[in-house]
């Protein structure tokens, strides 16, 4: 037999339908109120761990950014002391040296300097002289034939910044502990001496009968 609904069975099951519907829409709400909170959690953590990454990183940089600090200041003032060590070891030398060559030696100067209009300047390592003669001494830990290069031009310009020795013959020296790119060798085809280190002085390492060069 056909089943018959009345209103008050259908009003049930509305109730019902109802009922189910806002179980699970508060079901739902939970469900998501949960992931969103698990999601902020997420992203908290995640924020959290960036910013102690980034504080760090500016740790790091500002450690590394003092020890560069601290290693470019120590190497500047051995570079400075070694230049020292270097020029305390020619300087003594030179007045043997040079008078073994005939060339007698009356004074010998370290770190002479002359300036000129427009902001020129000259240094010259060693100067070592006599009534007759002026040499040029250009020390370097390592000489390298830009070295030699820059001395020949340092030579030819010397009477211009040092017009009292104007009556003087010049000539030129390099010395270094170390001799790279065949630097001794280009600086004596340009009539230059060569000082190299021989235990704990110096010596020539021109041959005997080297004539130097004089400007």
């Not at 009345?6 to 049930?12: F, G, Y």
């Not at 470019?72 to 305390?88: A, I, N, Q, T």
């Not at 001794?184 to 002085?201: H, L, P």
């Amino acid at each position: 037999m056909p089943v018959t609904m009345t209103v008050e069975d259908i009003w049930k099951m509305f109730e019902e339908t109802n009922r189910q519907f806002r179980e699970q829409s508060a079901e739902t709400e939970r469900r998501f109120r949960e992931q969103s909170a698990e999601t902020d959690r997420k992203i908290q953590e995640t924020a959290a761990e960036v910013r102690e990454t980034a504080a760090q990183m500016r740790e790091q940089h500002a450690l590394t950014e003092r020890v560069v600090r601290e290693v470019s200041r120590k190497v500047g003032d051995l570079g400075g002391r070694w230049g020292d060590f270097v020029e305390g070891l020619v300087a003594p030398a030179c007045e043997t040296l040079f008078a073994e060559r005939g060339i007698p030696i009356h004074t010998v100067s370290r770190q002479v300097k002359s300036k000129l209009p427009g902001g020129r300047h000259m240094e010259i390592d060693v100067l070592v002289v006599n009534t007759d003669a002026v040499a040029l001494v250009e020390v370097k830990s390592t000489l390298t034939v830009e070295d030699v290069r820059e001395h020949l031009a340092r030579l030819a310009q010397f009477k211009d910044f040092f017009p009292v020795y104007a009556d003087r013959r010049v000539i030129g020296a390099v010395a270094g502990i170390v001799i790279s790119e065949n630097a001794d060798r280009f600086a004596m085809n340009n009539g230059i001496f060569v000082m190299v280190q021989s235990g704990e002085t110096m010596r020539m390492a021109n041959d005997s009968d080297f004539q130097p060069r004089s400007w």
